[in-house]
């Protein structure tokens, strides 16, 4: 019987209705993909076996590989390729129905490849998807950390004046890359300068390093809500503050706990978060580089963390609330998921 019972879970976790703000383009290549644009582009590969590629233990070995794939992605039938199969991954194998994705402008347009072409092909990808498996998908600019912040400011220049290539779906900007030696405030003038150009801004801040990352990006660069967040649990009053200011934190269970060391979800930071009184969402990150997806992550995050049924509504809610949709989507896409999940729920044993 509890067997039966967990299988149920699993199904039930896997089957709510998702939004995900927190999944970097680059990072849902599935392996396959990435071996044949390797091959067709003459990329060579350290291993014929690209999943084995994707074994790292730190930030700075799974950043190399993810420079790699980045590497096999050139022409706008290959960005289309990637995010159609990366937005059909997320919907099959959890549900997804809203994603706000991450990419990283630099690490394409610093082989040559142009900005308007891996809009114009991001584009191309997630209209295919929403029009054949009725997901949605907005983008996110990424500035990399590692970059010199001339660079940053420079790639949100040509990325204003090549917004139109992205047919609308360019909404913000967000920040990743190794945060312990390239603080926030290196990239002040990149996001003011987002900011004025009408783009939403979100950043990666306290995944491996302090909490006052939080603050500087909340109050010097403008971000509205925090990517990751996890060392807030070392600073009481941060914590209290964005608490009371009700700020959203995109947390990522499996990539995290890979790279940062928390094997053990059971005790991952997202439990204290959560029970802090931050506003918390579930979400893959680099799902096929870590070998997970958004279905696994609710799985393996709610199993871990006890979470009931209304936990996981309420994690599943916030990522409607946290995203950058209108107030009139907004609300059809909260009512649609509560009306799936009260569904869902009626079909739960017990
Ligand atoms: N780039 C892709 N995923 C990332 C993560 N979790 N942290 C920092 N940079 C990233
Ligand atoms: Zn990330």
């Known amino acids: 019987m509890a067997g039966r019972l967990t299988v149920l879970r699993e199904d039930f976790l896997r089957r709510v209705p998702k939004a995900e703000l927190h999944c970097h383009f680059e990072g849902t290549v599935r392996p396959a993909t990435f071996k044949d644009l390797a091959e067709r582009h003459g990329v060579e590969l350290p291993s014929d076996d690209p999943a084995q590629l994707y074994d790292y233990n730190t930030i700075i070995e799974f950043l190399s590989i993810f420079g790699m794939v980045s590497s096999t992605i050139i022409d706008r039938d290959d960005f289309a390729r990637a995010a159609y199969e990366s937005l059909e991954d997320g919907v099959v194998l959890g549900n997804l129905r809203y994603r706000e994705m991450f990419f990283n402008p630099t690490l394409h347009t610093r082989r040559g490849v142009p900005i308007s072409t891996v809009l114009a092909g991001l584009a191309d990808g997630i209209e295919a998807a929403e029009q054949d498996l009725h997901v949605r998908c907005r983008l996110i600019a990424d500035v990399y950390r590692q970059d010199p912040p001339d660079a940053a400011r420079q790639m949100v220049e040509?990325?204003?004046?090549?917004?139109?290539?992205?047919?609308?779906?360019?909404?913000?900007?967000?920040?990743?890359?190794?945060?312990?030696?390239?603080?926030?405030?290196?990239?002040?003038?990149?996001?003011?300068?987002?900011?004025?150009?009408?783009?939403?801004?979100?950043?990666?801040?306290?995944?491996?390093?302090?909490?006052?990352?939080?603050?500087?990006?909340?109050?010097?660069?403008?971000?509205?809500?925090?990517?990751?967040?996890?060392?807030?649990?070392?600073?009481?009053?941060?914590?209290?503050?964005?608490?009371?200011?009700?700020?959203?934190?995109?947390?990522?269970?499996?990539?995290?706990?890979?790279?940062?060391?928390?094997?053990?979800?059971?005790?991952?930071?997202?439990?204290?978060?959560?029970?802090?009184?931050?506003?918390?969402?579930?979400?893959?990150?680099?799902?096929?580089?870590?070998?997970?997806?958004?279905?696994?992550?609710?799985?393996?995050?709610?199993?871990?963390?006890?979470?009931?049924?209304?936990?996981?509504?309420?994690?599943?809610?916030?990522?409607?609330?946290?995203?950058?949709?209108?107030?009139?989507?907004?609300?059809?896409?909260?009512?649609?998921?509560?009306?799936?999940?009260?569904?869902?729920?009626?079909?739960?044993?017990?």
């Not at 302090?210 to 660069?221: A, F, G, K, S, W």
């Not at 499996?254 to 997202?270: F, K, R």
């Open 158 to 350: 040509e990325l204003l004046d090549a917004r139109d290539h992205a047919r609308g779906h360019l909404i913000g900007l967000g920040m990743d890359g190794a945060e312990a030696d390239d603080p926030p405030e290196k990239f002040v003038d990149a996001f003011h300068l987002a900011r004025r150009g009408g783009l939403r801004l979100t950043s990666h801040a306290s995944e491996d390093a302090p909490p006052r990352n939080i603050v500087t990006c909340l109050d010097l660069l403008g971000c509205e809500r925090i990517d990751h967040g996890y060392h807030i649990l070392e600073d009481p009053a941060i914590l209290a503050r964005c608490r009371d200011d009700g700020i959203y934190f995109t947390c990522c269970p499996t990539s995290t706990a890979v790279v940062y060391g928390w094997p053990d979800l059971s005790h991952h930071p997202i439990k204290d978060m959560v029970a802090g009184g931050l506003r918390c969402m579930l979400n893959s990150d680099d799902p096929t580089m870590f070998h997970t997806d958004i279905g696994r992550e609710y799985v393996v995050a709610c199993q871990a963390l006890g979470y009931d049924a209304a936990k996981v509504r309420q994690l599943c809610l916030n990522g409607v609330e946290a995203s950058w949709l209108d107030g009139v989507d907004k609300a059809v896409m909260r009512q649609e998921l509560n009306a799936e999940i009260d569904a869902l729920q009626a079909s739960l044993p017990g």
